[in-house]
């Protein structure tokens, strides 16, 4: 054989164990798709700045997950360890990694405004409404009670929530719920402001609010050991999330433990944060996750998330009205459990009517009782159809 020969050979080998000509066969199409999806939304994290830190780590492991043959994700066969990218979502999917996210969100997490205004425990209340109505959303597309307790739970704008529950009813579709909660997080920005600006007129959006009573610090100690005593006896399905949460919480206000605060709030926080969303992006293969099962779960997610702002924000109408226009309805919508973005947004919005207005610390009030109520949702789900 000349060398010639030999060499077209090598280059004809290679090129038929790479990719590539998986794009032609089948339904290589769809990971065309995915692949275009993947570089969109990291063109919104990096161009748009839209939540990075959850956006891009999603997104790119979307696009290693749907380069044919990376094997990023394969399962351990008897004569072949599994993919890296598998390994990673054994957090996710062992509930591993939601609980301890929870514990650097309880880090950072002041529970003042909420200790300071308890009114706000309420909108983050309402502001769950979304998780009840895409769960009987889901039962009437004929999914099964577990399925549709899963899908419900996008509502609260709960990334780690809605894995943990999905893993313990429903992980056939923890995938397609774990990328829908996490994007529709990271998406805030863009779908929250419609709804808000919807449903309160301009007058309502410019409302002032006065500023918050101090909190002493032997109140912010005593609020994470009763919150945890209370809803753990009452909803003992929730101990990891609330427990975790509430944990968190402690060590940053104790004013004993700042070194290892620090180290769950900055160094932990980021590395489950990374490990999460790659590993969450990665199980958007093509092959599995463009199908009308998946699409129905995305579309019922997103209803969830749209309904849960909503209820968010109607109730703080209500409040404004009985409180004769001393509470800004904006700070509803912050009720979801995105901290602090949903809270961040009621900012933005409340700002651009009133260039003097500073509703964040009023808007953590319900931010913080939506992280509550999501764990709640997600125990009551737990407790009735475990």
Known sequence: MSFISRLIEIFSGLLQDSGFLLFFEGDGYKYIIMICVAIFFMYLAIAKKYEPLLLLPIAFGMLLANLPGA??????ADDAVGGLLYYIYQGDELG???????LGVGVMTDFGPLIANPKSLILGAAAQLGIFVAFLGALALGMTPREAASVGIIGGADGPTAIYTATKLAPHILSTVAVAAYSYMALIPIIQPPVMKLLTTKKERAIKMEQLRPVSKTEKIIFPVMVSILVILILPSTASLIGMLMLGNLLKVCGVTEKIANHASEALMYILSLFIGVSVGATTNAATFLTLATLKIVALGLFAFIVSTAGGVLLGKIMCKATGGKINPLIGAAGVSAVPMAARVAQNVGKEENPNNYLL????GPNVAGVIGSAVASGIFLTIFK
Do not use: K, T, V, W
């Open 361 to 364: 610390m009023h808007a953590m």
């Open 96 to 102: 591993i990694f939601p609980p301890l996210i929870f």
């Open 71 to 76: 094997g990023l994700m394969a399962e351990p």
